[in-house]
C-alpha cells in the first residue's frame, strides 16, 4: 500500500507557474501507475493528469493539455504553467497497480491528503 503525501501547492497569480510533487512514504510506488486529479468547491473530483509506471506514457485532460505536464523520478511531478482561476482546487496525488485505462476516480486504489491550489485573477 502506498503512502501518498503531495508539495507545492499555493497561491499564485493567473499565468503564474507551480510544481506540485508526491512522494511515497513507504517507497513501494515504484510500480504504480500515477496520477493527479483535483476537486474544486462543490465539484465532483476530476481526472487532471496521468502517467504509466515505467513513465513513457502520459495522459491529459483536454482542459489542461499544453499547459500542465507530469513526470516522475523518485517522485511524481506536477508542472503547472498558464495557470487559471478555474484551476484553483484540492489537488491530489493518486495511484493504482493497473494501468489508466479509465481515468475514473473510482479506479484508483491509494490517495494522497491533497494539496491547496488557488490562482487569482
Known amino acids: 500500500q502506498v503512502q501518498l503525501e503531495e508539495s507545492g501547492g499555493g497561491s499564485v497569480q493567473a499565468g503564474g507557474s507551480l510544481r506540485l510533487s508526491c512522494a511515497d512514504s513507504a517507497r513501494t510506488f515504484t510500480r504504480h501507475h500515477m496520477a493527479w486529479f483535483r476537486q474544486a468547491p462543490g465539484k465532483e473530483r476530476e481526472f487532471v493528469a496521468a502517467?504509466?509506471?515505467?513513465?513513457e506514457s502520459t495522459y491529459y485532460a483536454d482542459s489542461v493539455k499544453g499547459r500542465f505536464t507530469i513526470s516522475r523520478d523518485n517522485m511524481v511531478h506536477l508542472q503547472m504553467r498558464s495557470l487559471k482561476p478555474e484551476d484553483t482546487a484540492v489537488y491530489y496525488c493518486?495511484?493504482?497497480?493497473?494501468?489508466?485505462?479509465?481515468?475514473?476516480?473510482?479506479?484508483?486504489?491509494?490517495w494522497g491528503q491533497g494539496t491547496q491550489v488557488t490562482v487569482s485573477s
Open positions: 493518486a495511484g493504482k497497480l493497473s494501468p489508466w485505462g479509465s481515468t475514473s476516480p473510482r479506479s484508483v486504489s491509494s
Open positions: 502517467i504509466s509506471w515505467g513513465g
